[in-house]
């Protein structure tokens, strides 16, 4: 069944992955089977996405729910889900307005825009330059990979958007060099995940806020892998006690159904996007904002933020010990369940392969970064479990 399956896609699907060798057929909790009945434990939550593990109970239950009643309206009209959703996000957010996109880089391509319009209404025009992070990552589109931070994603498609300039993530001077008279806004992951998890310094985050409000610039965090929980708060930033003029969420927000959004503080939502400068047709729409809304519900209901603070010190501590351990291991770096171990002497993809033999799934980020991204409701026996299959790959 699986070469069968494989086999297929390889002749059908247009080859922009290299996928593994594994066809994965349901989840259960925080593991996955695939379709020859192996279980796998689930440390990659389908790129940071899956916070709540599979079929958590209630979430399948409220999009079944919602599915009977009405999946799509388009953005003309409103509609119940997309009004509950929103008023949750702004809620755990305490952002202004809320703009809710189909994806992670679409919400990117929002924000953009809503930045360049807020210079453009004080500005007419003479501010757009956006300044973005070395090694970043925002996404695939013309306008967000014209702010994401590796040559190699860029180059095959330039030009790009203009007008972006790249500084180094996490020192000020670099982007202080950066910012001229025609700069409009600052674009930063809180951590950044593609690019080798690296969470920001708060000096950095504090610097970068403090130049954004002295010159006026829109300050775009990137919550799209970080938020909805990663890192013990809903938002990353949080952490920090610095607050964006937007953020962008998306991934978990959801819980698997394709959902984004940006958000916008009351500055920005007053000057920046009017009646027709942005729309989608399928953005927000009913079924994707039932389970936003359902997955705010259960984060409350059942403590999910709290619970990721709480076992935050045990993964740490196990991954830690296995860096003592192995000295293929050179580094632990992250914040919450968002976590990495730099792998030094082997690459970091033989590591990932060998855990997938060993029924876990971890992936990678960066050229050396194990990443682990875990649903947000594993347990101290899952950490175990993970450690203890993890030791077999590093030995
Ligand atoms: C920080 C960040 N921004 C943007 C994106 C793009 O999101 P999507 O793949 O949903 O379009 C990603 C995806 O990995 C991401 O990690």
């Known amino acids: 069944m699986n070469k069968i399956v494989m086999d297929a896609a390889e002749e059908t699907l247009l080859h922009t992955y ?81 703009f809710f996109t189909n994806s992670g880089t679409e919400a990117i391509e929002g924000a953009l825009k809503a930045a360049r319009k807020y210079a453009y209404e004080k500005t007419g025009g003479s501010r757009y330059e956006i300044i973005a992070m070395n090694q970043s990552f925002h996404g695939r589109s013309m306008g967000a990979l014209s702010v994401t931070g590796t040559a190699h994603y860029r180059e095959p498609f330039e030009p790009l958007v203009g007008g972006v300039k ?152 196990a991954l830690d010990k296995l860096a003592e351990k192995y000295s293929c291991i050179a580094e632990r770096r992250g914040k919450g369940f968002m976590q990495g171990l730099v792998i030094k002497d082997r690459p970091v993809g033989e590591v990932v392969s060998k855990a997938l033999e060993e029924g876990l799934i971890v992936i990678s980020a960066g050229s050396d970064v194990l990443r682990l991204v875990p649903p947000l409701v594993i347990t101290r026996e899952h950490i175990d479990e993970m450690t203890e299959k993890l030791e077999k790959c590093l030995q």
């Open 166 to 317: 790249f500084a180094d993530f996490n020192d000020l001077d670099s982007v202080k060099a950066q910012i001229t008279e025609k700069t409009c806004a600052v674009i930063l992951e809180t951590v950044q995940g593609e690019g080798g998890i690296y969470p920001a310094d708060p000096a950095f985050l504090k610097g970068v806020r403090k130049l954004c409000d002295e010159k006026d610039l829109v300050l775009i965090l990137d919550e799209i892998q970080c938020g909805m929980g990663r890192t013990g708060s809903y938002f990353a930033w949080q952490e920090y006690g610095v607050e964006p003029d937007i953020m962008t969420c998306a991934k978990a927000l959801g819980n698997g159904v394709p959902v984004g959004a940006f958000v916008l503080n009351e500055k920005l939502a007053k000057s920046s996007l009017a009646p027709g400068d942005h729309g989608t047709t399928y953005g927000g729409n009913p079924f994707v904002c039932a389970a936003v809304s359902k997955v705010f519900d259960l984060f409350e209901e059942n403590h999910i933020l709290e619970h990721v603070k709480e076992l935050t010190p045990y993964l740490e501590s």
């Open 18 to 98: 290299n996928r593994f060798p594994v066809v994965l057929d349901k989840g259960d909790g925080v593991y996955l089977y695939d379709t020859e009945g192996k279980k796998y434990l689930d440390f990659a939550a389908g790129i940071a996405v899956c916070g709540l593990g599979y079929h958590y109970p209630g979430y399948d239950e409220a999009l079944k729910e919602q599915v009977d009643k009405l999946l799509h309206t388009s953005n003309l009209y409103y509609h119940a889900p997309m009004v509950e959703a929103g008023k949750k996000l702004l809620s755990a957010s305490k952002m202004s307005r809320v």
